[in-house]
């Protein structure tokens, strides 16, 4: 019986499959094609193959990881929440998988969604200042994994599918503003910022408040994509001159070429600000952004698990986000990431 299976094995999968195995977390890895690194981890068993139709031939187990790219991750959701499991899941969908909530209790099944660094560990860290102080009046995410140095083309690499990046780029965003949803053109609002440490680079809105929209921490809350200059404008005018294929390849992630992962959140209040920054620029082998991305579903994964083994009828079954974690699990997630190296700082500006 493995602890955990992984369903997925891209470059935000690979990590958090090494991780956990490093952790002392007998992992099984699920993927048409496991990575080398996989495949050569005495501590790591595995399946190679299609996934629905090796799905219950699987090694019994009670967590499960939803690592698959978003079409295929939402897909499997149901086939799992009837299998009554305990989900970690990153796959990044439009469709949300709230829908999946009733299913989830007739099964006995426990779905924590979004569990990144944004969404995700941004969601954590705007519930735990709203129960510091819920006066927020305004919100403000800034978010994005670049190269450190920008270049002549798209000054861009996808640490994660292209195919996600693009849905990004295309859906129209969600904001909350004076205390109603509003629905604005994705990257609009295009600014320059100053991004600490690597210069001038430009934000523009994206649909990345996801369930916070469901929420009353902010009347006003907003979430930016960031980019080089010029990377975003590129993308408008050859969109619809490249094929998918052409997007991948311009877009391959170079694991030789240096990058960061940068996050503010600027929570604003009538007499003070509090803003946070998170910062990684990738250890060991492992870019900045399967990092901090995969560094939350680690983390989330651990707190399953401690659950499961000490108190397990504790567990309450549904579909959560992150934000309905409680505070001391957050408080904990927060701590892992720093523990392993990702900087997190939060000032406070009167």
């Not at 299976?5 to 048409?32: M, N, P, R, S, W």
């Not at 499960?64 to 499991?85: A, D, F, H």
């Amino acid at each position: 019986m493995a602890d955990i299976i992984a369903l997925g094995c891209g470059l935000v999968g690979e990590f958090v499959v090494t991780k956990l195995a490093q952790q002392g977390y007998d992992v099984h890895a699920v993927d048409l094609k496991i990575p080398r690194s996989i495949k050569n981890n005495a501590k790591i068993s595995y399946h190679e193959g299609d996934i629905f139709t090796i799905l219950y031939s699987l090694p019994k187990t009670k967590v499960v990881l939803n690592l698959l790219p978003g079409c295929i991750g939402e897909q499997i959701r149901p086939e799992l929440i009837k299998s009554g499991l305990l989900i970690i899941d990153l796959a990044f969908t439009e469709v949300e998988p709230t829908i999946h909530h009733s299913l989830a209790l007739e099964h006995g099944s426990r779905l924590v969604w979004d569990v990144g660094i944004a969404p995700g560990l941004s969601n954590m860290i705007v519930r735990q200042e709203y129960e510091r102080d819920s006066r927020i009046r305004d919100l403000t995410i800034k978010v994005g994994g670049n190269p450190v140095v920008p270049d002549s083309e798209w000054s861009y690499m996808a640490p994660f599918s292209p195919s996600d990046v693009i849905e990004e780029y295309t859906r129209p965003a969600r904001i909350i503003s004076q205390g109603k949803p509003i629905i604005v053109d994705a990257l609009s609002d295009a600014h320059r910022i100053e991004v600490t440490n690597f210069g001038e680079m430009e934000a523009f809105l994206t649909d990345g408040l996801r369930s916070l929209l469901n929420t009353a921490f902010s009347p006003n809350m907003r979430e930016y994509t960031v980019r080089w200059p010029g990377h975003i404008q590129k993308w408008q005018r050859e969109k619809d001159q490249l094929s998918d294929s052409q997007m991948i390849e311009a877009w391959k992630f170079d694991e030789d070429r240096r990058e960061f992962t940068w996050m503010e959140i600027h929570v604003s209040y009538a007499e003070y600000e509090v803003i946070w920054e998170i910062v990684d620029t990738g250890k060991a082998g492992h870019s900045s952004m399967a990092r901090t991305t995969g560094l939350v579903t680690v983390a989330c994964a651990i707190e399953l698990i401690n659950q499961l083994a000490v108190d397990s009828e504790s567990i309450e079954y549904g579909v959560f986000a992150p934000e309905d974690l409680k505070l001391n699990s957050i408080d904990r997630v927060i701590k892992f990431l720093q523990t392993e190296g990702v900087s997190i700082d939060r000032q406070i500006k009167e």
